[in-house]
């Protein structure tokens, strides 16, 4: 390219790292079961490490059956002697409760919340832990109005919900689970992902804090062999699990032929599709946000992009010079965008799948930033010369890698958006609002995002088709997964 | 006359602009960064005085501090330039001679910029001929708002040829133009058709200069280079009164045509009491504390 913008200057930032003083945690956690801290019967703690220094932060402890039996057992009790007792007014008073005080700890939370999972503070800070707050705040509201919301439906509480969060967003997908649940009158076991379990175990003090009745919220810390004895106890009425697609099979599977409800919000490999007559710029900047937003570790992310063949050499070109600019390293900088990989383990499936792309053939560009030497670091990437069959464009790689095809015609466009076993979100960008309502309605995903990406409002349901899973999660819809009607 | 049809012009969505300038009001500037930024800002400014009150001694006065900021304090640079009306331009040119503070007129009918073609013309040629190192035209935006943008790209052009050696600025009067796709399309008609900058705002309507109409128009430049080779200049105008917004500008500057473009060859303030703020701050960054404005001469 004969022209090309030298993004080098000799005015460059200086760090300015988020200070980490205010914050209060312990050394050692148990277990939140029946309203107190109790040790695991198992007797097993695990350390959760900082990805981004690989220094650990804590012992966490680990249940086993005995915990998980004690776990189910409480919030069976608090639901039956009191929280299924308890008017929808009442309940909401607690939840409000709960809102405020993730409100007035913000600060301490986002703080929490990127060292244990290498999220950027300007995300925990401006996205993360103040969506928290608002799904607690938008739950609590409808706790006395579930009459209203399904009309001459009577709706009535399911028992005790398992919920087992994943650990992309930590603190806000507790949100989105405990919430509704608690709204809807059930209680709850709780059991976050085990890399990031910290920002769960710090709202067990806020739930303490608020005086929510013992045992109406359980959180239990282990593995994925945790969440399956969860999963099967037989006092569960109701199990919910964002994750990865393969582990909901695995619920399903052994949740079947039981009465048990279930939410099951999974991956995901979205396209996101660009016109001709797109507003480029913002266009390039909603690609970069949708994709390159946590790391990519979003089940929503805007992994595959589509761009009109016209318009595509200048598309690369605006995307390539974007990613020049974008801030790669230490999460509690707050001028850093893109942080650390959550684990180890997830690191080396980005790159096995940064191979895998190599080696079908696709061309590879990162930018020329620098990554820590320590700790789990991607550059931002995109593959070129990508075709429908790669497995970079199938699969689900959940890191920030991006897989872009052309098209030539809306049609071509979208067989090819639909063409993948999952359904969870899409992103059209043209000027023209015809276009948009002719693609929001063929294309198979539960969020389609018109000239932006990767909105989210504890109003709006998110939930997806197919292999993304089933049941909304979010609004009015949110609440149905925790309601049965006569 | 034009070759392109400019209502074919790149669209703008508002919503995105927006999402992209709040990443630079969140970033954070400090230590060396905030000292070599408040540096580079001072001497990015045209320091402004556009009355109808203004006489040669107000002139005299806006001069002499454009070459000295702050004397207490050695070792400042010296604003861009001084921007005036075309009649204070020879006693301005005096003044800073031999400093490096460019003299910048504007002319064309400021602000409004209705009248005839003949006295534009004339306007612009007055400002050269007295020495004017830098033109400030304004563009004729009932014509543009007319969709008459031959007429628009005809005048820009024609001004350009009367400026000679002088570096002409546009400005588009974003505040009267009602939309970023009309901003986009105002640019790309300037740049074809010559200007050496485009400009935000004359500072006579509100809004004047905001963070996402620039990046509008430093997009517009990106792609001009792409397109051209050529570099084209950015002056936002108007409004900008503090040292925090100034960097943020800088940032957005940095981050949308890369380091080339950070400096006063190429990036101007207009503004009259950005400086005082600028000065205040870098005090602060020298002795740790803030001084009462009443320390720093206000002209």
């Known amino acids: 390219m004969k022209n090309k913008i030298d993004y080098n200057s000799d005015w460059n930032l200086d760090p300015a790292p988020e200070s980490t003083g205010h914050i209060n945690l312990k050394s050692k956690y148990d277990l939140f079961i029946g309203g107190k801290w109790v040790k695991p019967k198992s007797e097993k703690y695990f350390a959760t490490i900082n990805p981004a220094t690989e220094q650990k932060i804590a012992d966490i402890a680990e249940a086993g059956q005995a915990d998980v039996d004690a776990a189910v057992k409480a919030a069976k009790k608090a639901y039956d002697t009191v929280w299924s007792k308890l008017s929808g007014k009442e309940r909401g008073k607690y939840i409000y409760r709960i809102a405020r005080l993730i409100q007035e700890k913000a600060r301490e939370f986002s ?71 608690l709204a809807a009158g059930n209680t709850v076991v709780l059991k976050p992902a085990e890399t990031t379990s910290l920002t769960a175990l710090k709202l067990a003090e806020v739930i303490q804090e608020a005086g929510l009745p013992d045992g109406v919220v359980n959180i239990v810390t282990g593995y994925g062999k945790t969440g399956a004895m969860m999963v099967e106890h037989k006092d569960v009425a109701k199990v919910a699990f964002t994750g990865s697609t393969g582990v909901g099979k695995i619920i399903m599977k052994a949740i079947a032929g039981t009465n048990k409800k279930s939410t099951m919000e999974l991956g995901g490999k979205a396209a996101n599709i660009i016109f001709e007559d797109a507003p480029l710029d913002q266009a390039v900047e909603g690609i970069i946000n949708g994709i390159y937003f946590n790391q990519g570790h979003v089940c929503c992310a805007g992994s595959r992009l589509f761009v009109q063949e016209s318009v595509y050499e200048v598309v690369i070109r605006k995307l390539k010079d974007r990613m020049e600019s974008l801030y790669v390293g230490d999460p509690m900088d707050k001028n850093t965008d893109i942080g650390a990989i959550n684990s180890k383990k997830q690191l080396d499936v980005i790159n096995n799948y940064i191979k895998i792309g190599k080696a079908e053939g696709a061309e590879i560009y990162q930018p020329k930033c620098k990554t820590p030497k320590k700790g789990f670091w991607c550059k931002p990437t995109l ?104 | 006359m034009a070759e392109k049809d400019y209502r074919l012009s790149p669209r703008v969505d508002q919503v995105g602009i927006q999402d992209r300038v709040d990443r630079f009001t969140k970033r954070s500037v400090k230590n060396e960064a905030k000292r070599k930024g408040l540096y580079m800002t001072l001497n990015m400014i045209d320091l402004t005085t556009l009355e109808g009150a203004d006489t040669d001694f107000k002139i005299k006065q806006l001069c ?156 517009a430049i990106k792609d001009y280079y792409y397109e051209t080779g050529k570099m084209v200049g950015m002056k936002p105008a108007g409004g900008i009164s503090n040292s925090k917004l100034a960097l943020q500008y800088l940032l957005m500057v940095k981050e949308t045509l890369g380091g080339k473009w950070l400096n006063n060859q190429w990036f101007r303030f207009g503004a009259s009491s950005l400086a005082n703020d600028v000065l205040m701050q870098i005090m602060k960054q020298e002795s740790g504390i803030y001084q009462s404005k009443d320390y720093f001469s206000k002209d």
């Open chain 1, 111 to 181: 703080v929490i919340e990127s060292l244990d999972s290498g999220k950027v503070i300007r995300e925990s800070r401006d996205i993360d832990i103040p969506l928290a707050a608002a799904h607690f705040f938008y739950y609590a509201g409808w706790s006395d109005k579930l009459e209203y919301a399904f009309p001459n439906r009577q709706p009535k509480s399911l028992g005790v919900a398992a919920q087992i969060t994943p650990w992309n967003f930590p603190m806000l997908m507790i949100a989105w689970k405990i919430a509704p649940a």
């Open chain 1, 383 to 486: 593959f070129t010369n990508v075709a429908q069959s790669n497995r970079i464009a199938q699969e689900e790689i959940f890191g920030p890698v991006l897989a872009i095809q052309t098209f030539r015609t809306v049609d071509e466009v979208i067989t090819k958006a639909n063409n993948t076993p999952y359904g969870l979100s899409a992103g059209v960008w043209t000027d023209k609002g015809s276009k948009i309502f002719n693609l929001t309605s063929q294309l198979k995903a539960g969020v389609v995002w018109a000239n932006t990406y990767n909105k989210f409002d504890p109003t709006s349901p998110f939930g997806g088709y197919k292999e993304s899973g089933h049941g909304r999660e979010g609004g009015l819809h949110g609440l149905e997964p925790y309601l049965k009607f006569d």
């Open chain 2, 64 to 219: 002499y501090k454009a070459q000295h900021l702050h004397d207490s304090f050695p070792g400042l640079p010296t604003t861009a330039a001084v921007c005036v009306y075309p009649n204070f331009v020879k006693t301005a040119v005096n003044q800073v001679k031999g400093s490096g503070v460019k003299v910048a007129s504007v002319a064309t009918a400021f602000p409004s910029g209705h009248s005839s073609s003949e006295i534009k013309l004339l306007d612009t040629k007055i400002a050269v001929d007295n020495g004017a190192d830098e033109v400030d035209m304004v563009i004729s935006r009932g014509k543009f708002h007319s969709g008459e943008y031959n007429f628009v790209y005809d005048e820009i052009a024609a001004i350009k040829e009367a400026c000679g050696k002088a570096r002409l600025k546009v400005i588009l009067e974003t505040g009267e133009l009602g939309t970023f796709d009309k901003v986009r399309r105002a640019s790309d008609i300037a740049m074809d058709a010559g200007a050496d900058f485009i400009k935000t705002s004359t500072g006579k309507i509100s809004p004047a200069a905001t963070l996402p109409v620039t990046l509008v128009m430093l997009e």
